[in-house]
């Protein structure tokens, strides 16, 4: 396959939908994300526990539960090779869906230990899965796999292909997996919390070695992580979810040195910086995350925002607005007519009070910046 070239895009996610049922009421878990992915680029997604990043991910797979109710759009252009597809429209037990899974668009957990069955040698679920996508010939197979192995930086592949997961450190076995999703040229690989459970040193060297398969292979990358740090080291693009939306999203060096979004700036300033007195206490966003079921139209980071701007934004949902090229926010601070108090936001049932308690900052007032 002829990988597309660097900045085609692959992927396009447009007012992506996933509501689920529960006792309490209908959790809007992703509630209207967009993005594309682009050949040869990364795209992280950030934002805290519960924000929705899996069930993005996962639902770009069709691997959500029947009862899940998806809506939006899900386009994985055509190349060289494959048709167009929506993926939403796809039956998710159907056979396209199976074209899509590993082969098209793969995928590599944040726990490798629970990733491979522990009955089977790694080399037997490599290669199965090789067969599964790309040829029919058990000896070929094996020698993609040994390749592979030797390309992710598997020491002794010969002797390591017949050794069971046990065998395996916890790096070596991420390296396995990243040997298995990328033994099949996928045109996307999502990377969900790829190295949360591997210690630095090896954390570092996955990152290197996803960069440089990726720049190899010319795939698109969607690298979900809640850790910035990791997010300035392998990340072109970041979109930052809050409670099932997109709030921000920029290229990675507009997101370090302007953010907008006061939940951006929160995040920014709870990462420990070299040089801290130890002494001085990390920054940590107050309050918690709202759980998204029945909520008001309103900005969903609103109870715990330093800015916000009573009867605006507990009052109506912000809209994702661009503020700079390639920069978009969703927060009514940003938004120039209401900042400047000229319009109020929309729909209002009162008319606006207006905003003295929490003052929108204006354009001469410096940001905070990292
Ligand atoms: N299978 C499921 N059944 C019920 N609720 C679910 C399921 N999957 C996700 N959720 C809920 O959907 C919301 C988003 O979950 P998701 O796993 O996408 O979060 P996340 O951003 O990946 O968080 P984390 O950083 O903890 O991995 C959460 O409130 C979660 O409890
Ligand atoms: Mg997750």
Redesign the pocket.
């Known amino acids: 396959m002829t990988a597309p070239a660097p900045g085609t895009t692959v992927l396009t996610v447009e007012d992506l939908k996933v509501h689920?049922p529960?006792e309490a009421g209908t959790?809007k878990?992703?509630d209207g994300v967009g993005f594309t992915l682009k050949a040869g680029s990364t795209l992280g997604l950030v934002?805290?526990?519960?924000?929705?990043?899996?069930?993005?991910s996962?639902t770009l797979l069709r691997l959500?539960?029947e009862d899940?109710d998806e809506a939006g759009r899900i386009t994985l252009h055509a190349t060289d090779d494959h048709d167009e597809l929506e993926i939403l429209s796809l039956d998710p037990k159907g056979p396209l869906v199976r074209t899509v899974r590993g082969r098209r668009i793969a995928m590599i957990f944040q726990e490798p230990m629970t990733a491979f069955s522990p009955l089977y040698t790694i080399g037997n679920q490599i290669i199965e899965a090789i067969l599964l996508h790309t040829t029919s010939d058990r000896h070929e197979a094996r020698q993609i796999c040994l390749a592979m192995m030797a390309k992710v930086g598997i020491a002794d592949a010969d002797r390591r292909i017949d050794q069971y997961p046990h065998e395996f450190s916890g790096g070596m076995l991420q390296r396995a997996l990243i040997a298995m999703a990328l033994s099949c040229s996928p045109e996307i690989l999502i990377a969900?919390?790829p190295t949360t459970a591997l210690d630095v040193t090896i954390q570092a060297q996955v990152l290197e070695l996803i960069s440089q398969l990726q720049e190899e292979l010319g795939m698109a990358v969607l690298f979900?992580t809640?850790d910035l740090a990791v997010v300035a080291e392998v990340c072109d693009e970041v979109a930052v979810?809050y409670l099932?939306k997109v709030v921000e999203q920029a290229p990675v060096r507009e997101i370090f040195k302007n953010p907008r979004h006061p939940y951006t700036r929160g995040l920014l300033r709870s990462i420990p910086r070299l040089g801290m007195g130890r002494r001085e206490r990390l920054y940590a966003i107050e309050g918690t995350v709202p759980?998204?079921i029945d909520l008001p139209p309103m900005c969903g980071f609103y109870d715990r925002c330093a800015h916000r701007i009573d009867g605006v934004c507990n009052t109506a949902t912000p809209q994702l607005l661009p503020v700079a090229p390639q920069h978009q926010v969703r927060c009514f601070l940003e938004d120039p007519d209401i900042a400047s108090g000229s319009k109020p936001a929309e729909p209002v049932p009162e008319p606006a009070t207006s905003p003295t308690a929490h003052r929108a900052p204006t354009a001469a007032e410096p940001k905070e910046q990292r």
């Open positions: 689920l529960t959790l878990a992703v934002g805290e526990s519960g924000s929705g990043k899996s069930l993005t996962k959500n539960p899940f969900d919390e979900i809640h979810m099932g759980q998204a």
